[in-house]
């Protein structure tokens, strides 16, 4: 059998911290570097297709 992996809320939380981050920037500084390694659409269709 295989083993289960359990991150509980931990990923969601994660994106909510990016989402801060991004938006602190925007206001502040005016620049969104805090998105520069989203991953693109191509990639992301791709990992959720399977």
Do not use: F, P
Not at 29 to 45: K, Q, R, S
């Amino acid at each position: 059998m295989g083993e289960r992996v359990s991150v509980g809320s931990g990923i969601a939380q994660a994106a909510h911290a990016v989402v801060r981050r991004a938006a602190r920037e925007l206001l502040g500084a005016g620049t969104y570097d805090a998105l520069a390694d989203g991953l693109g659409y191509g990639e992301l269709n791709t990992l959720l297709g399977r």
